[in-house]
């Protein structure tokens, strides 16, 4: 057994929470989510952050479970998040083992307004929803539910651990929403780090959307990044993030809401990425490692100066000394033969997001960076 002054509070899964699609109906009621956790750590407790960020209207969630143990706050399992506020649980006393997947669940009894939640894909994540109250069921029944990628509220899951673990912080968009943050926490399994997403797809560093076409593109780097740093136990932070930047704007006569101002120069974006990402991550005592940009040729809105400032940012991302180190995802996706593009099988076929195959390619190359030194753990700890 070990004792307190051995352990800490880890961040040991995460995700962003954003605003979601605009559609017709943005109200659930009578409704159980369930997301099914994957332990990357043994301990001997845990903690739950859940975050009504973007709401606009209070959200109550009327009972939560983890593995059939109940979720309070301040001993009751019931809990209001007022409008733009996160709420953390208090620590619920359950031993788990790494390993482990764990059953997040909770009830929405009453109208509910489902406006804080993030859409992520790939092999570790994978949510379900029910019609009716299973909050404490073993199973879901089959005709009522199905699957769904948008995790709503739930933010963060801390773990009382061992006190050389800590969390890598993968932020970005779309192509950090999908795949390959979930590839890398599979191949840093065993090791004592783990894999934290803060993605939302379609963001950008410096712009935002204010109109409900676009609002589920996200909050704009200075309004995300200290928010989602919110990361027991971090110490180290990829950032790959500003294609949107550079790929959204096309003028109001194509579209109202992209206008051609907000297209940046490259010198702005180094001087946003300085200024919003890494100084603020440096004074938190993290390591900052910047990630290229991938190839976009092909893209619709893809033309050489959008090329052309791509390549001019990976220079400086691989370069600048400000950072601690580069992932360069560019480099391990793109052709040989034509490194504007993806190489054979690493496209999605939008010419923008990777295949599955790259985003395998992308975790390696973080892993090789990040993880390969690090001390592998060959036993389970005994608590």
Same mark, same amino acid.
């Given at each position: 057994?070990? /004792?307190?002054? &051995?352990?800490?509070?880890?961040?040991?899964?995460?995700?962003?929470?954003?605003?979601?699609?605009?559609?017709?109906?943005?109200?659930?009621?009578?409704?159980?989510?369930?997301?099914?956790?994957?332990?990357?750590?043994?301990?001997?407790?845990?903690?739950?952050?859940?975050?009504?960020?973007?709401? /606009?209207?209070?959200?109550?969630?009327?009972?939560?479970?983890? +593995?059939?143990?109940?979720?309070?706050?301040?001993?009751?399992?019931?809990?209001?998040?007022?409008?733009?506020?996160?709420?953390?649980?208090?620590?619920?006393?359950?031993?788990?083992?790494?390993?482990?997947?764990?059953?997040?669940?909770?009830?929405?009894?009453?109208?509910?307004?489902?406006?804080?939640?993030?859409?992520? /894909?790939?092999?570790?994540?994978?949510?379900? *929803?029910? *019609?009716?109250?299973?909050?404490?069921?073993?199973?879901?029944?089959?005709?009522?539910?199905?699957? /769904?990628?948008? *995790?709503?509220?739930?933010?963060?899951?801390?773990?009382?651990?061992?006190?050389?673990?800590?969390?890598?912080?993968?932020?970005?968009?779309?192509?950090?929403?999908?795949?390959?943050?979930?590839?890398?926490?599979?191949?840093?399994?065993?090791?004592?780090?783990?894999?934290?997403?803060?993605?939302?797809?379609?963001?950008?560093?410096?712009?935002?959307?204010?109109?409900?076409?676009?609002?589920? *593109?996200?909050?704009?780097?200075?309004?995300?990044?200290?928010?989602?740093?919110?990361? +027991?136990?971090?110490?180290?932070?990829?950032?790959?993030?500003?294609?949107?930047?550079?790929?959204?704007?096309?003028?109001?006569?194509?579209?109202?809401?992209?206008?051609?101002?907000?297209?940046?120069?490259?010198?702005?974006?180094?001087?946003?990425?300085?200024?919003?990402?890494?100084?603020?991550?440096?004074?938190?005592?993290?390591?900052?490692?910047?990630?290229?940009?991938?190839?976009?040729?092909?893209?619709?809105?893809?033309?050489?100066?959008?090329?052309?400032?791509?390549?001019?940012?990976?220079?400086?991302?691989?370069?600048?000394?400000?950072?601690?180190?580069?992932?360069?995802?560019?480099?391990?996706?793109?052709?040989?033969? &034509?490194?504007?593009?993806? +190489?054979?099988?690493?496209?999605?076929?939008?010419?923008?997001?990777?295949?599955?195959?790259?985003?395998?390619?992308?975790?390696?190359?973080?892993?090789?960076?990040?993880?390969?030194?690090?001390?592998?753990?060959?036993?389970?700890?005994?608590?």
């Amino acid at each position: 057994m070990m /004792t307190d002054n &051995n352990n800490k509070w880890v961040a040991c899964w995460g995700t962003a929470t954003s605003i979601t699609d605009r559609r017709e109906a943005v109200y659930a009621k009578n409704l159980t989510l369930r997301y099914p956790i994957r332990m990357c750590f043994s301990g001997s407790m845990l903690r739950f952050r859940f975050s009504n960020l973007t709401g /606009t209207e209070p959200v109550t969630l009327t009972k939560l479970f983890v +593995a059939h143990v109940p979720i309070t706050f301040g001993g009751q399992q019931r809990v209001t998040l007022e409008p733009g506020c996160e709420q953390e649980s208090d620590a619920i006393a359950i031993e788990v083992n790494r390993g482990d997947t764990l059953d997040v669940s909770f009830y929405l009894a009453d109208y509910t307004q489902m406006n804080s939640g993030t859409l992520v /894909t790939g092999p570790l994540s994978k949510g379900y *929803y029910a *019609y009716g109250d299973y909050a404490d069921a073993d199973e879901l029944p089959l005709d009522l539910s199905r699957h /769904t990628g948008w *995790y709503y509220f739930l933010n963060t899951i801390d773990v009382l651990t061992a006190a050389d673990h800590h969390a890598i912080v993968c932020f970005g968009d779309s192509i950090t929403a999908q795949s390959w943050p979930d590839y890398m926490a599979r191949m840093a399994f065993g090791t004592n780090a783990a894999i934290i997403r803060r993605a939302v797809s379609g963001t950008r560093i410096l712009r935002q959307y204010d109109c409900i076409t676009y609002q589920a *593109y996200g909050l704009k780097g200075s309004t995300r990044f200290p928010i989602e740093m919110n990361v +027991a136990g971090a110490t180290d932070v990829i950032i790959q993030h500003g294609i949107n930047d550079i790929i959204h704007p096309v003028g109001t006569d194509v579209n109202p809401f992209r206008p051609w101002s907000d297209l940046p120069t490259v010198d702005e974006m180094e001087q946003g990425i300085e200024q919003i990402y890494v100084r603020p991550a440096k004074a938190m005592g993290l390591k900052v490692w910047s990630g290229t940009l991938l190839p976009i040729y092909g893209w619709r809105t893809y033309n050489e100066d959008r090329e052309l400032m791509r390549q001019q940012l990976n220079e400086w991302l691989r370069t600048s000394p400000i950072f601690d180190g580069c992932v360069d995802f560019d480099a391990a996706v793109r052709s040989v033969t &034509n490194p504007k593009a993806f +190489a054979d099988g690493f496209d999605s076929g939008d010419h923008l997001h990777p295949s599955e195959r790259a985003y395998e390619a992308m975790a390696h190359a973080a892993v090789h960076k990040l993880v390969r030194r690090m001390p592998r753990i060959d036993h389970e700890e005994l608590f």
